[in-house]
């Protein structure tokens, strides 16, 4: 983690994008300014629904 910007900015933690069948990526951390409000920023992460999982993508909330 590098030194923030300004006081406005959030870090965006690194992590494995999934991009394709058994294919992941590594996107690096990051600092970044959230969107109007909006303050944390939600990793990516796999979702159990009924019988299986679904890759939900990072999101602001």
Known sequence: MVVRPAP???WITGYYSYVGVNRYE??????????PNRRAFVSPHWKRTGGSYVYIRGYWR
Do not use: K, L
Request: no cysteine.
């Open 26 to 35: 590594w996107v690096p951390g990051r600092w970044e300014v959230p969107p």
């Open 8 to 10: 406005d900015y959030v």
